[in-house]
């Protein structure tokens, strides 16, 4: 999968709920790792954007599953 292929997909946390989609990607600009993925959020939530790290992602297939409940961002 390519990076870009992740724009756009769906997110949904460990409960199932879905709760936004991709809309960027954050890379380090010192040492070129992507840190996370931010994602637009659902109306309902605190914010309109939260930063999702990769040690919170769970898998990807034709979503973006989480490892974490979506408060916890």
């Excluded at 010192?30 to 109306?43: A, M, P, R, S, T």
Aim: glycine share 10%; aromatic share 2%.
């Amino acid at each position: 999968m390519k990076a870009t292929d992740l724009i756009g997909m769906v997110v949904i946390d460990k409960e199932g709920h879905s709760t936004g989609v991709i809309r960027n990607i954050e890379v380090d600009e010192q040492n070129g790792k992507i840190e996370g993925v931010d994602v637009h959020l659902k109306e309902g939530f605190c914010c309109d954007e939260g930063l999702i790290k990769l040690n919170q992602i769970d898998n990807i297939s034709n979503v973006v599953a989480l490892n974490i409940m979506i408060d916890k961002l």
